[in-house]
């Protein structure tokens, strides 16, 4: 992680490393409802929960998503609704 961490700092970008064991393919990102192990071949699942129907793979990607703003805000960042990261207090347009 060196070298991407490096680079992210060179262009002013923020790394932000999610626990490798962070269940972000069995977990609802609309309920928080965490499953059992799932095997790799399954791609597609419901939630037993809120009965949401997941592709396992944009289910995994929203799930890391959000774990990333939330270590980014415990960091004392503003994210913006589109994404980009803002100091907290100052206004889009100074950014």
Known sequence: MGKLDYKAKEQGKHLVKIDPWF????????CQHKGDAMPLNVRSWACPACHTQ?????NAALNIKH??????????????????????????AAA
């Open 23 to 30: 269940a972000s393919s069995r977990t609802c990102h609309v």
């Open 54 to 58: 997941h592709d396992r793979d944009i």
């Open 67 to 92: 774990q990333g703003i939330v270590k980014l805000k415990a960091e004392g960042l503003s994210v913006s609704a589109h994404g980009g990261l803002r100091k907290p207090g100052t206004s889009p």
